[in-house]
């Protein structure tokens, strides 16, 4: 298979979702599998609680906003970095027509993600009056995720990925060996 993409591009593009996947495995293991809280719950280095909300996991992990119809929003996270990692990996060693196709789609996905961190954050902050370790590193992979692909296909010269910026537009033309 031939790299369309640097390797230290396909590194950028693959770290915080490699990162907010683990984070993700570590809840669905330890609370979801082995009904435990995960390591660094209830504290972080000493610290419990951050501006008067707890640091407290398993009261974010065990509120009523947690899931979905009975669906964990782990599993939902853990599909959305799984999906974030496939596209990357079409982006790098798809054809043409795929790698094209899945660079604006994985903008469009990491937006949606982007869109809906500020609603879960104010779901742990404001409702539960809690924040979870684990949540946030989340969060932060999400928010890193579409400011890395933002400035890759924006902000970057030309050559970033192969793309164009030059008015705001995406052309996703992925040069060889880029």
């Not at 869109?115 to 992979?141: K, N, Q, S, W």
Request: charged share 10%; with cysteine; aromatic share 12%.
């Amino acid at each position: 298979m031939k790299l369309r993409i640097s390797k230290l591009k396909l590194l950028i593009l693959l770290v915080m979702s490699v990162i907010g996947l683990a984070a993700s495995i570590v809840v669905i293991i330890t609370f979801y599998t082995l009904n435990q809280l995960p390591p660094l719950c209830g504290s972080f280095f000493g610290i419990q609680s951050i501006f008067g909300i707890r640091l407290d996991c398993g009261a974010v992990l065990g509120s009523k906003y947690s899931d979905i119809f009975g669906f964990p929003l782990e599993f939902f996270a853990l599909g959305y970095f799984v999906v974030n990692l496939a596209l990357v990996y079409l982006i790098a060693f798809g054809s043409d027509r795929i790698s094209h196709g899945s660079l604006r789609t994985l903008f469009g996905w990491r937006f949606i993600g982007l869109v809906l961190v500020p609603y879960l954050v104010f779901i742990e902050v404001v409702l539960i009056r809690a924040i979870c370790i684990y949540c946030t590193i989340m969060h932060v992979a999400i928010i890193a995720d579409f400011i890395i692909i933002s400035y890759l296909l924006f902000l970057k010269p030309s050559s970033s990925l192969g793309i164009s910026s030059a008015q705001g537009t995406m052309s996703t033309e992925l040069p060889p060996g880029a």
